[in-house]
């Protein structure tokens, strides 16, 4: 069992974990993942890592409320367990001789953009950051995000902070003063990364994007979360989730995520119907597991 | 004694073929005493039993069939589980008939000795009156790391532990068992078997680590570091293989692994009661000519599937399955199309697939494998409208923790280059198993793990 040792809401639906997970922790590096599962005959799913500690042994994770597992995730609370934290997986990203960097993230996307950047600005490396979100409650880590950009840039759909427009807007305009980087990642919704790549396409610019494909395994064994990068078959648990955003093929990327909608449909009503309070439409919060 | 001259073996009872085929319960249903004493009175006590040395184990075949048609059933488990330490799963999955039960005199004349039925008897009778835990030796002091939970693994483990070193094993998924668990369908091996071979490794004094995966939570050079004496590799041939023709990313195409570990480990056949869905369409193709494409297509009929198709390039005679497994797949319906490869998958605009694109095939002159080369026949392409296919066209090593760990020669197919008792080109390293010889069998990796830990017990003893 792994126990949760903090809970932040950081916007409605997103929430961070801070996970009691030594030998997780021990190995993490920018660009991993773990898979964990809730509890016996939960589903396994892949989340990115936010943020890690060695020496306390902890790793953050981020995640959204959108099927019925993040959602009864959501539910628990900091002093619960889950049954399995496996990791980290996937291929750590290195940036051995970057002077400057842009970090591009929507939504969801800048909590795995984050360690990305941290490391680079610990490195000495110059950070833009560009974030953004649909309004300005849904907008994550800003704060850390400024920690470690030197010219941090925010957008919300609505405009209700920041400029109004899309992430890509910004990325757009910069490209288009002629700033130059060494690299460009891109991290959020799949649609964002392609608009994202086929921007920065022209200008030749090594740009990096991270996927999240549905898995089972995560170590290479199912091929479930198989994507095509340059024509080639890629498995994004063990040769990604990282990739050269010029090459994925979004398209494919997005179909494929779709395959279980029927039955994440069927899933979420039953846990809806099992869990909703009659009487005031919430979500009922998790009875202590066991491990208490 | 009295003898049972009958030519053929006593009848298994199994679930009728019309039932089992909507159903995960076991296939065969296992001998009952009277069965078993009648079965075990055709073996004639051979001087020089040609079983034995069919058996990459050795099992003291015919003593053990003594004793049960003396009924002295608790000396007969006694007999097998002196070399074979998971008798209740090779009873069920062995391929007897190229082993213990080729080399049978009865053979000759008629069916031989049902030699598997009746391992698997004892050993089912034994799990029903509760395993004894042997007596342990003195605990040694010393620590082997085992990664991975299959039979290789399995074996190796106990076989240490009952030499009393403090084993630890380490395995990726949630679950242990390997491809006992995530690959053997339910119907085949009852995953409770498996659960229970694990806890009687368990008794024995082992650590069974879940959730680890080796290479990336710790390393080789990491288990040294931790005191660990000597490291076992099995784990497995765990890669997928795909077939390289276009269309293979659309919706509804599955690695076998995929799929079984989805409908085994994660058990989608529960699905909503768990978490884990799968999508079976009505029409399924499984491509492949092995035990795993049988198991893949009979678990699709189980899931549901109208007409469920094997996709086979060569001919029946080629087939590497198990002939009771195709039998019983035959037997529940499912269709067999030989000389058949697919050339390329068909989708539809939102990207599911609609159809599978075939070519037929003809035996040319024989192969490196010895099997006659399967040609194609120009213009006989056809289309075959499905909405599932399942790749079961074998799998390769998993490099997760090869590559990350130094000092491992590897062969050219990237397994990792093993002697006969398993040493490895690192010292303090011994690899067995599917990570040894490329997928095999059950009972080849446990032969592996025990030579292992019999050669790991040596080292350790001279390393002091």
């Known amino acids: 069992m792994f126990k949760i040792l903090e809970r932040k809401d950081l916007a409605p639906s997103i929430k961070l974990f801070v996970m009691d997970a030594p030998l997780v922790a021990k190995k993490a590096k920018p660009g991993q993942f773990v898979i964990l599962r809730i509890r016996e005959g939960g589903e396994r799913i892949p989340l990115t890592i936010a943020d890690y500690d060695a020496e306390k042994g902890t790793v953050t994770v981020v995640f959204q409320e959108v099927g019925k597992t993040t959602r009864e995730l959501g539910t628990l609370k900091a002093g619960d367990s889950i049954q399995d934290f496996v990791g980290p997986l996937g291929v750590p990203v290195e940036f051995p001789h970057h002077k400057k960097v842009l970090g591009v993230g929507g939504g969801l996307g800048v909590a795995p953009l984050y360690p990305k950047l941290k490391m680079l600005h610990e490195q000495g490396v110059e950070v833009v950051s560009i974030i953004g979100a649909k309004t300005a409650e849904m907008l994550i880590f800003e704060e850390e995000m400024k920690a470690v950009s030197d010219r941090l840039y925010v957008c919300t759909d609505d405009g209700s902070k920041g400029r109004h427009g899309f992430v890509t807007v910004v990325l757009k305009e910069l490209l288009e003063q002629g700033e130059k980087f060494d690299e460009i990642i891109i991290i959020g919704p799949p649609i964002l990364m392609k608009i994202g790549a086929e921007i920065t396409k022209p200008y030749g610019i090594p740009t990096m994007v991270s996927l999240n494909p549905i898995m089972v395994d995560g170590t290479g064994m199912c091929g479930g979360c198989r994507v095509s990068v340059g024509g080639e078959t890629k498995f994004a648990c063990v040769d990604g989730p990282a990739f050269d955003g010029h090459k994925v093929d979004f398209d494919e990327l997005m179909k494929r995520l779709a395959t279980y909608r029927d039955e994440e449909k069927i899933s979420m009503d039953k846990f809806q119907e099992e869990h909703e309070c009659k009487l005031t439409g919430k979500i009922k919060e998790a009875e202590r597991n066991a491990a208490e | ?464």
């Not at chain 2, 034995?52 to 007999?79: H, L, M, N, S, T």
């Not at chain 2, 509760?130 to 040694?140: A, H």
């Not at chain 2, 080796?214 to 490291?231: I, R």
């Not at chain 2, 068909?346 to 080369?373: F, N, Y």
């Open chain 2, 1 to 464: 004694m009295p003898l049972n001259k009958s030519k053929k073996k006593t009848p298994m009872p199994a679930q009728k073929p019309e039932v089992r085929r909507r159903n995960f319960q076991e296939v065969a249903l296992g001998y009952t005493e009277e069965d078993a004493v009648n079965e075990a009175q055709r073996c004639l006590q051979c001087k020089k039993p040609g079983c034995v040395q069919g058996c990459p184990v050795q099992v003291q075949i015919p003593r053990f069939i003594k004793y049960i048609a003396e009924r002295e059933f608790e000396k007969a488990i006694e007999v097998i589980k002196q070399t074979n330490s998971l008798p209740a799963v090779c009873g069920r999955v062995c391929p007897q008939e190229e082993q213990c039960e080729k080399r049978c005199v009865l053979g000759k004349m008629g069916d031989p000795v049902g030699i598997g039925r009746l391992e698997r008897f004892v050993a089912d009778w034994e799990r029903a009156r509760g395993v004894k835990t042997p007596e342990l030796p003195p605990r040694l002091g010393k620590k082997v790391a085992v990664i991975g939970s299959g039979p290789a693994s399995l074996t190796c483990a106990g076989d240490l532990a009952k030499l009393g070193y403090d084993v630890t094993v380490f395995e990726a998924f949630h679950k242990p068992g390997g491809v006992l668990v995530y690959g053997i369908p339910e119907f085949r091996l009852p995953k409770a078997i498996v659960q229970e071979e694990v806890d009687f490794i368990k008794k024995l004094g082992v650590e069974v680590k879940t959730d680890m995966v080796m290479g990336k939570v710790l390393t080789v050079d990491d288990l040294f570091d931790m005191g660990y004496e000597a490291v076992f590799i099995g784990t497995g041939a765990g890669l997928p293989k795909f077939m390289g023709i276009p269309g293979e990313n659309y919706l509804g195409v599955y690695s076998a692994n995929e799929f079984l570990t989805r409908i085994n480990l994660m058990q989608a056949y529960s699905f909503p009661q768990t978490d884990t869905p799968i999508k079976v369409g009505k029409k399924v193709a499984v491509v492949g000519g092995g035990n795993v494409a049988m198991d893949s297509a009979r678990s699709a009929l189980r899931m549901g599937a109208d007409e469920v198709h094997i996709v086979y390039r060569r001919s029946e005679e080629e087939m590497p399955a198990r002939r009771e497994e195709f039998e019983n797949a035959k037997e529940e319906g499912i269709i067999f199309d030989f000389l058949t490869n697919p050339i390329r998958i068909i989708g539809d605009e939102k990207g599911w697939v609609k159809g599978i694109e075939c070519i037929r095939m003809q035996l040319g002159e024989p192969d490196a494998s010895g099997r006659r080369r399967p040609v194609p026949i120009k213009g006989s392409e056809f289309t075959m409208e499905v909405e599932t296919v399942v790749i079961a066209i074998g799998t390769g090593p998993n490099p997760l923790l090869i590559k990350a760990t130094e000092g491992l020669e590897l062969n050219k197919y990237g397994y990792i280059a093993a002697d006969e008792d398993g040493k490895t080109s690192r010292e303090g390293v011994w690899a067995g198993g599917d990570i040894v010889t490329g997928a095999a069998t059950v009972i080849l990796a446990m032969g592996a793990g025990k030579k292992a830990a019999a050669s790991i017990h040596e080292y350790l003893q001279s390393k002091k």
